[in-house]
């Protein structure tokens, strides 16, 4: 029994293409929302991406959302501008 080809699809399949970097970054936003802050090591361990992935998703949500997160370099983490913890 293989996949349905329509459930395998690059935009519809969990673990690749657009909806997965989609899912990161909606996961991101949350995390942001319930916690105030994020770094790389929760979406390495989350989603079992490599540091250089984590930091280019942390990177694009910042470039997308300029007015939510921000970096803090003492404390290498991204932190809410809505949500401050």
Known sequence: MGL????????TAPTTGRWYKNFRMAWI???LR???????RHIERKFGLSTP???ID????Q???PD???YKLSDKVYVSRKYPT
Request: aromatic share 12%; proline share 3%; charged share 30%.
């Open 58 to 61: 942390l990177q694009e949500f």
């Open 4 to 11: 349905d080809p329509e459930f395998a699809s690059e935009s």
């Open 29 to 31: 936003a949350e995390s």
């Open 34 to 40: 319930v916690y105030g802050f994020i770094n790389r």
């Open 68 to 70: 939510e997160i921000e």
């Open 63 to 65: 470039r997308l959302n």
């Open 53 to 55: 992935q984590a930091s």
